[in-house]
């Protein structure tokens, strides 16, 4: 997935969830700054990280990505 469409959904589920940026980020133990870079897509999420955040976000790994996680 192109980083900039990735970028959009997770903005998207994060505000449809009712997360902050700040929230989102304490909950993920990662920076505001990197989850801010993850939105702009301006920097790559490794597949765990995508999974945990799909996680919070209570979202499926396919519902956040527009793909299917390969085992």
């Known amino acids: 997935m192109e980083h900039h469409q990735l970028a959009q959904r997770l903005r998207a589920f994060r505000k449809l969830k009712g997360h902050t940026q700040q929230g989102l980020a304490e909950r993920l133990n990662i920076s505001v700054a990197v989850l801010g ?11 765990k990280l995508l999974e945990k ?3 919070s976000l209570e979202v499926s790994y396919e519902e ?8």
């Not at 956040?64 to 085992?71: A, D, Q």
């Open 64 to 71: 956040l990505t527009g793909e299917k996680k390969s085992e």
């Open 53 to 55: 955040i799909a996680q």
């Open 37 to 47: 870079s993850l939105e702009r897509g301006t920097r790559k999420p490794e597949a």
